[in-house]
């Protein structure tokens, strides 16, 4: 049943181009393409906007990647037959921009990945994420039925155990170890959740997943569910989302139709519902326990560990909360065996990783490598070089993430490596930049979105953020305190001491690599002759602006 | 729809507040959550208003005061910001005369940031309500703006 | 089941569920903490608590953090010291330093770990906005200004009380502590009980400070002033004099309240016994009107009103209850509306000259006696509320050495009083004292328990019930014969609202409850010193029993006092005179709606 297509036609579907007729078009090009009989080859897709705006409607193809701008009706039918019948490009609408990073487009070398194959991403831009028919034709759900009918609960926990997959959320937990908690867990209900909230800046992999490929991330959770015998899940998808959301709802309605989700799942006793909760815009609601308060109507700010999640979570019962990308690698790996995961990677952190590579490259977008390649190879091999400038930083897994310099260009990126030097991967975010951005600045930037996005509980790292944000800013204008850098260096150290959650403790980590690799540039914004000023009625409580906006 | 519809149409179990908070925001003409849906809410729900607004404010996506028709929320996370988000806020401001957290004369558009957006693939990124924009640069934001306000203007 | 730990290198043995923080304690290691309530919360959330611990990569806070076997900890290392300092440094940068001129100078735990850490400079600038002081309400004042955000007063008000007034608003360095509705307290409904500024650790939450005005009636040689103090104010008083929590004071009192210029001190203990007749009355009038009459409109379960916090509450909240709430003011109101009109007859003064100061436990009395209702006498039935607190200080400013006076009687007649009264001041107190007398009204025998105690309703469990079967009634009482009296005690709001809804739900039903708005009752009051654990509310209790034993008259009707403003001036109870000043009505205050 596997329609694989040669090529797929992107109709960008934004405000704009609606107003330009895109729906029309849409199914204009749709009733085109049976007529002319290649609907088995060619694939229309709707995607957000694809880059040009106020070009009227614009459609992309893929994977050859050029872009057609202004599309009206009437010149379709000749359209279809020149670029797919014929096979050559429609000189006339032809935009000179190739189709770049896309919202909904994967960029990524072959020559590297072919080696391996990919695994999370084996699908996405190749089979319709809307039609389920298509996921099973690649494979999909074989290994929900397989899990069901031939193997026990026990014997999924210890195959994904065997494979060594770590979560891929950004802690690197053990997936397996972390499911054998919840199995022994004696409360019921059980849950299922889905962590999809995603905030970490630079970081979209999991909507190109959702988006691209969803019922694998169902899949995967649905076994999951059968390992650890859940009934109910859920999907915590940030608000922002909406392509996701519209995707992961047509998913399950789709699956529940089929039988694979919902009552007596594949004839057996399982059953398996997923709902969907959609977040307000919280990055904090990321970590798990905040993310529990969440959605149960709460402020989202993170609980006290332990009880953990295993133990005491959505509703106070017993609940499993994995990423989306970790959720995607278990089919892959009930289907073809632990052996066969650990075949990638490195020895320590199997499979692949799934990073969004950003910043002064020439192809900023998402890729799936093997655990292990170095930073070098990323920006040169599938970044495509630098865009402009030369390589400075790079900031490593997201805005919580350290910022390494050209020293570390060769360092293999795996959770241990890493660790060894005091680094950490992250949540694969990799942003690298050049001798244009100031260090000051950007940390002024990354403080803005702590203060932002801290969620207040703790005096550290409520107050400490803002500090922190406070004295970059007097760093980047040349105006810090004589012994400014050694004050952010105590309170740096003192967040990750005593922080109540990850999101405090994890300030240090781009402070303090920055004091370490950049301290010399640092220094320059120190005035020497800057003393404190003494604490006067004046100068207390002098009003500045807050820094959260929206009106509380 | 009424409060007391949302309330039906999702169960009045507190798990479905942000849910609820979300649909009354979205039917409210001026993108907000009033006191008066707060207190039906409360009501409804047998929430105390105080957790009701406690929850509310945690979240950046929900207002308590009108704000325009069009919201854009602006990225200013690390990836957008090396990219030129301050030119973004800038070309904002000047077509439109408004800062940060403020909403413009005819009620059209409140300017707001926000963290990461989750495309920052095409960074510098803004939202215009659920509309993502990216690849952006002055003479993009310009015409972007001047499509609305003429739609709007017609 | 015990573990063996080492902190700072001494053994200690502990059961194994004890946090470090109580370890500690046990050997007399002081671990500090802000945001810690004993009883009540531990949020793990202000980190001042954090210790070593070997083996973790970061700092623990001992005040969640559970010992385990072997576990080896340091409370006072460098690396913890230096955290705590910058801590204090982070939360100093941002509040106003205004120790001087502070409510809570030299009572502020934030100012105490300031001085114990010696925190010579803060390097932080100041950045948040300066919030304007919220002294909507009669009875609290806050000044957001001065919030470290612990949130204890947010666990009061939403787990104890259940009033749900305060909440933290919005989030990261902008987050606030709020009142639900608007941004005054005065928007929202808060029953001014006054438990959140018990248990501030800072002075952001605080009484409405009336000394002054206090000090400006004494002053006035126009005005007779006279004071009475709640029964509450007895056990509790000398803690504000590094006493022991449950230390009687009661004479001392009398002559330091006699020394600061009062020109009569008097005891709201005389009207707690005239609110027993009252109220003692109307529970029998209304058991007769049901049983006799069998008239379907009377209200039964009878529910105490002495408590202005639980009033406020019921408004709000229960309005149907309305009904049900005995009409009798709290003794507070009552004796403002004696004093103005009996007692000014008595020594010939006009009642505009006269000015009556309670001293409360209590925050809400504040709020009530500036009610509406409360003008019976003709004019403003009783003028000015001190708390404890506030009495303390009183003291402070007057000079009086207040641990080495002598003790003195309190003045007749408004100043005498029975045991009856005293135990008013604790939960299941008020219950005691109406059943010693309704009891004996009715079978003409002392209540049949061993020192006059009602043992089920003693003590800090939440609710409480006793049945009481009726033997032996008196001919006029004849139809109470074998009837079994069910009565009910809640103390906190949360209780009373569990207990509420258990009636209503139909599984309980009472003829009688008894509710008190602050866990422990009134010597738990929002206005006592602080702080109140557990441990010292029980000490008060313990106290007023003691000095409930050792009285003469132990039973309010037994008050020659009281027989005698019934000879000269009430006549009878519920006559029309006590209809008039010692009686009032409700209002229903059903909220929420928007309030701009
Ligand atoms: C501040 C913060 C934000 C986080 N955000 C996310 C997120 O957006 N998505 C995610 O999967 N995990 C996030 N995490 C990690 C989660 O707490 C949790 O470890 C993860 O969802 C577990 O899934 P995994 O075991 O599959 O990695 C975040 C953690 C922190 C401290
Ligand atoms: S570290 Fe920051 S985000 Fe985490 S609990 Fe504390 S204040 Fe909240
Ligand atoms: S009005 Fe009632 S429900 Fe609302 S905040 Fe106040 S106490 Fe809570
Ligand atoms: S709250 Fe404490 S530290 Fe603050 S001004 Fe008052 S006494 Fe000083
Ligand atoms: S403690 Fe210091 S600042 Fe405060 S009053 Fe005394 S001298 Fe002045
Ligand atoms: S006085 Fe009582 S009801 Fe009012 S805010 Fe304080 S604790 Fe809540
Ligand atoms: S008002 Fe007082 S008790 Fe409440 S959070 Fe602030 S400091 Fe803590
Ligand atoms: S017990 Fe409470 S209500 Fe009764 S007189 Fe004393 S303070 Fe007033
Ligand atoms: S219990 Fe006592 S202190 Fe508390 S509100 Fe009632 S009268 Fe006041
Ligand atoms: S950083 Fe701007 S969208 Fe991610
Ligand atoms: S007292 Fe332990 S964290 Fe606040
Ligand atoms: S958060 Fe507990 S006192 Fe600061």
């Given amino acids: ?365 998402l890729i799936e490598v093997p655990m292990g390649i170095t930073l070098r190879e990323i920006i040169y091999d599938y970044a495509g070089g630098m865009s402009s400038g030369k390589f400075k930083m790079a900031q490593i897994g997201g805005t919580a993430g350290d910022i390494f310099s050209s020293k570390l260009l060769d360092v293999p990126l795996e959770y241990q490596e890493l660790q060894k030097l005091g680094h950490n991967l992250g949540s694969g975010a990799i942003l690298i930049m ?114 959260v906006y929206g009106n509380k | 729809m009424t409060v007391k519809e949302i309330v039906k149409e999702h169960g009045n179990k507190r798990e479905n507040l942000l849910q609820i908070l979300h649909d009354i925001q979205n039917q409210n003409p001026d993108n907000y959550i009033c006191e008066k849906a707060i207190c039906e809410l409360s009501k409804e729900m047998n929430i105390p208003v105080s957790g009701i607004k406690g929850t509310a404010s945690f979240y950046t996506m929900f207002s308590f005061t009108p704000r325009g028709k069009y919201i854009i929320r602006v990225c200013e996370s690390p990836p957008c910001h090396i990219l030129g988000a301050q030119t973004i806020f800038e070309a904002i401001e000047l077509k439109l005369g408004i800062e940060v957290g403020e909403t413009t004369d005819d009620g059209l558009f409140t300017l707001e940031g926000t963290s990461c957006l989750g495309v920052c693939g095409v960074a510098p990124a803004m939202m215009i309500n659920e509309e993502v924009y990216g690849n952006l640069d002055k003479e993009k934001i310009s015409k972007i703006l001047s499509l609305i306000q003429n739609k709007e203007r017609k | 089941m015990s573990v063996n730990i080492i902190i700072n290198n001494m053994e200690v043995n502990v059961p194994r569920d004890t946090t470090i923080l109580d370890a500690a304690k046990k050997i007399g290691i002081k671990i500090p903490t802000l945001c810690y309530l004993a009883d009540l919360q531990n949020p793990g959330s202000c980190r001042m608590c954090i210790v070593e611990v070997e083996g973790a990569k970061a700092l623990q806070p001992s005040c969640v953090t559970k010992v385990s076997e072997g576990m080896n900890i340091r ?165 504000c004099f590094d006493l022991k929590p449950g230390a009687l004071i ?122 509406d209702e409360m003008n019976d006498s003709g004019v403003k039935d009783v003028d000015y509320v001190l708390t404890t607190r506030e009495l303390g200080k009183f003291i402070k400013q007057a000079g009086i050495d207040f641990i080495n006076l002598p003790d003195e009687e309190m003045d007749a007649p408004l100043g005498t009083s029975t045991g009856a009264a005293d135990i008013f001041a604790n939960t299941g107190g008020v219950m005691e004292a109406a059943l010693r007398t309704a009891y004996e009204i009715v079978t003409g025998k002392e209540l049949p328990f061993k020192g006059l105690h009602i043992a089920p309703i003693e003590g800090l469990k939440g609710v409480k019930e006793a049945s009481l079967k009726i033997e032996g009634t008196t001919k006029e009482w004849r139809f109470l014969e074998g009837v079994t009296l069910d009565v009910a005690v809640a103390h906190g709001l949360g209780n009373a609202k569990k207990l509420i809804e258990s009636i209503k739900s139909g599984e309980k039903s009472y003829h009688f409850i008894e509710i008190m708005a602050c866990p422990g009752g009134c010597i738990g009051g929002g206005g006592q010193p602080r702080m109140t654990t557990d441990a010292i509310r029980q000490a008060r209790i313990n106290a007023i029993y003691k000095e409930d034993e050792g009285r003469k008259f132990r039973k309010s009707h037994d008050n020659p006092a009281i027989k005698e403003i019934y000879e000269e001036f009430l006549i009878k109870p519920l006559g029309e005179k006590s209809h008039h000043l010692l009686h009032t009505t409700y209002t229903n205050k059903k909220e929420p709606s928007p309030k701009k």
Avoid at chain 3, 142 to 164: A, E
């Fill in chain 3, 250 to 371: 009661k004479g001392k009192m009398t002559t330091a309240l006699r020394r600061l210029g009062f020109d009569k001190v008097f005891d709201t203990n005389f009207t707690a016994d005239l609110t027993i007749i009252e109220e003692g009355t109307e529970l029998l009038t209304r058991l007769k009107k049901a049983l006799v009459d069998k008239d379907k409109n009377v209200a039964l379960p009878m529910f105490t009103s002495c408590s202005p916090g639980w009033v406020n509450y019921m408004e709000s909240f229960y309005p149907e209850l309305i009904p049900n709430v005995s009409t009798c003011k709290s003794p507070q109101q009552m004796f403002g509306a004696v004093a103005k009109t009996y007692y000014a007859s008595k020594v010939d003064k006009k009642k505009e000259d006269i000015i009556v100061v309670s001293i409360m436990p209590c925050t809400a009395k504040k709020f009530e006696c500036n009610r």
């Fill in chain 1, 434 to 547: 050049n001798e244009t951005v100031s260090i000051a600045n950007f940390l002024t930037c990354c403080m803005k979105f702590f203060v932002h996005e801290s969620c207040g509980k703790c005096s550290v790292c409520r107050i400490g953020t803002r500090q922190m944000y406070e004295a970059f800013k007097r760093l980047e204008k040349k105006e810090a305190y004589f012994d400014e850098l050694e004050t952010i260096k105590e309170l740096a150290g003192e967040l990750k001491l005593t922080a109540f959650c990850p999101l405090g403790q994890s300030v240090a980590s781009p402070v303090l690599s920055a004091l370490k690799y950049f301290g010399k540039e640092l220094v320059q914004g120190v005035n020497p002759d800057k003393k404190h000023e003494p604490v006067t009625r004046e100068n207390m409580n002098r009003g500045f602006k807050p820094l």
């Fill in chain 1, 1 to 365: 049943m596997l329609k694989k297509s040669i090529a797929q036609i992107l109709v960008g579907i934004d405000s704009n181009s609606v107003l330009s007729g895109a729906r029309k078009i849409k199914t204009r090009i749709i009733t085109e393409i049976n007529k002319q009989g290649i609907s088995d080859q060619v694939q229309v897709i709707e995607t957000g906007s694809i880059g040009p705006i106020n070009e009227g409607v614009v459609i992309g193809i893929y994977p050859s990647g050029e872009i057609y701008a202004n599309m009206t009706e009437d010149v379709i039918e000749e359209f279809i037959r020149e670029r797919f019948i014929k096979g050559r490009p429609y000189k006339k609408l032809l935009l000179s921009k190739k189709l770049s990073t896309g919202v909904d487009t994967t960029t990524y070398d072959s020559r590297k990945t072919q080696h391996y194959g990919r695994i999370v991403l084996e699908n996405c831009g190749k089979i319709n994420p809307e039609d389920i028919e298509e996921y099973i034709g690649a494979d999909g759900y074989e290994a929900l039925g397989t899990a069901l009918e031939e193997k026990t609960p026990e014997g999924i926990i210890k195959t994904v155990k065997d494979s060594g997959l770590v979560g891929r959320g950004g802690a690197g937990f053990p997936t397996g170890l972390k499911w054998s908690f919840a199995k022994a867990a004696k409360e019921s209900p059980k849950y299922i959740i889905c962590n999809a909230d995603e905030g970490e800046p630079g970081t979209f992999k999991d909507r190109l997943i959702m988006e691209g490929d969803p019922h694998k991330v169902l899949e995967g959770m649905a076994i999951c569910g059968y390992a650890i015998g859940a009934n109910t899940a859920y999907i915590y998808i940030r608000g922002e989302y909406q392509l996701s959301i519209q995707r992961l709802t047509k998913a399950i309605k789709d699956a529940e139709k089929l039988g694979l989700l919902g009552k007596n799942i594949f004839g057996t006793d399982f059953n398996f519902n997923v709902k969907i909760k959609i977040g307000a815009g919280s990055y904090v609601c990321g970590e798990e326990t905040a993310l529990l308060n969440s959605m149960e109507g709460l402020r989202g700010e993170p609980r006290l560990k332990p009880p953990f999640p295993a133990e005491s979570g959505f509703l106070s019962k017993p609940t499993n909360v994995n990423n989306v990308e970790t959720f995607a690698n278990i089919a892959p790996i009930i289907l073809n065996g632990s052996e066969w995961f650990k075949k990638v990677g490195t020895e320590s952190t199997p499979g692949t990783k799934v990073y969004t590579i950003l910043g002064h490259i020439k192809r900023p977008g």
């Fill in chain 3, 75 to 239: 409370t006072n290392t460098k690396k913890v010291r230096d955290a705590r300092k910058i801590i204090l440094e982070l939360l100093l940068s941002d509040h106003p330093w205004e120790c001087n001129t502070c409510d809570r100078n030299q009572s502020c735990e934030l100012q105490k770990l300031a001085d114990e850490y010696g925190i010579n400079e803060v390097r932080f600038q100041s950045v948040r906005e300066r919030m304007p002081l919220d002294e909507s309400t009669p009875g609290i004042i806050r000044d957001p200004n001065k919030c470290i955000l612990c949130r204890r007063c947010v666990s009061v008000c939403q787990d104890v009380q259940g009033v749900d007034t305060l909440a933290p608003r919005a989030r990261g360095f902008d987050t606030i502590i709020a009142p639900g509705q608007g941004d005054m307290l005065s928007e929202a409904v808060c029953v001014q009980c006054g438990q959140c500024a018990a248990v501030c650790p800072v002075g952001a939450i605080s009484e409405k400070d009336d000394i002054d005005k206090v000090w400006e009636a004494i002053d006035d040689p126009n005005k007779f002033v006279v004071v009475q103090t709640a029964p509450a104010i007895r056990a509790a008083l000398g803690e």
